[in-house]
């Protein structure tokens, strides 16, 4: 079945600086790609989606890349803040009826 | 803004009893999922619904876990017979009706402990 794998598991960077979080995905059939962020205790709330027609989607601070042939998508958070802690999850589904989640990165922003 | 919502947000059970989750979806969604987060670990798909009937199920959904759509907005998981590692937060979702695959709004959860 369809496996995402992430990484890394925990990223510390400084106050300002950027930070990226890496994902690849097994079954090529899949064609979408949201990211989710969750804050300790609370639910997942998506950041940032992007579908396989599309190689790279920007809004403001967050952007997401896409690879199809490598299978592989990446999240970029520039001029971190200190909100910016969370845990985040990237994931990919086939259709409407099924999201497989990666193993979740914990990011912690250096004041 | 309209939000999924979830009762109870807190369910302690016995070893072995059986529990309903109950989950109200954004109104004009079609799609409706239910998945479970174990403390600290990823979020894992358990079953999405559509149009009346289960669209997909993983592994982890085995003969224990039902689903119903019992009237016009609730949304329900139940767990017959609960084990120990069924303790975990449990969210649904739901999206809008696309011809392809799309936003899911998470409710904020039902954290189940099994005693």
């Known amino acids: 079945g369809e496996n995402v794998e992430q990484h890394p598991s925990t990223l510390s960077v400084q106050e300002g600086d950027s930070a990226v979080i890496k994902c690849t995905y097994s079954d090529s059939a899949s064609n979408y790609f949201p990211w989710y962020k969750q804050e300790l205790g609370k639910r997942p709330q998506l950041i940032i989606d992007?579908?396989?027609?599309?190689g790279e989607k920007k809004d403001q601070r967050i952007a997401v890349t896409l690879n199809k042939t490598a299978k592989h998508f990446s999240l970029h958070i520039t001029e971190t803040q200190p909100e910016d802690s969370a845990v985040y999850f990237c994931a990919a589904s086939i259709g409407a009826s099924k999201i497989i989640f990666g193993s979740g990165t914990r990011l912690s922003i250096r004041p | 803004e309209p939000e999924v919502t979830q009762t109870p947000s807190h369910q302690v059970t016995q070893m072995g009893q059986e529990v309903i989750l109950r989950c109200v979806p954004i109104s004009n969604h079609l799609y409706f999922y239910w998945y479970r987060q174990i403390l600290g670990q990823k979020v894992e798909f358990l079953v999405s619904f559509y149009n009346n009937e289960i669209s997909e199920k993983s592994e982890i959904f085995d003969d224990q876990f039902s689903v119903e759509r019992p009237d016009g907005s609730n949304f329900t998981l139940k767990i017959r017979s609960t084990k120990l590692e069924d303790s975990a937060m449990y969210f649904c979702?739901?999206?809008?009706?696309?011809?392809?695959?799309?936003?899911?709004?998470f409710g904020p959860g039902t954290r189940l402990t099994v005693l």
């Open positions: 979702a739901s999206s809008e009706p696309q011809t392809g695959p799309g936003e899911q709004f």
């Open positions: 992007i579908r396989s027609n599309v």
